[in-house]
């Protein structure tokens, strides 16, 4: 149970660093057009 929510954590992490640099180069490219 507890290794489950571990990961389960670690994955949201991973979700939400990601949608920061999507949004990081996607605001970068719209400032370079």
Not at 1 to 23: F, G, K, P, Q, R
Request: proline share 0%; hydrophobic share 55%; with cysteine.
């Amino acid at each position: 149970m507890i290794v489950v929510s571990d990961t389960s954590a670690l994955c949201n992490l991973a979700i939400v660093d990601h949608l920061w640099l999507l949004e990081s180069i996607y605001q970068t490219v719209l400032a370079k057009s």
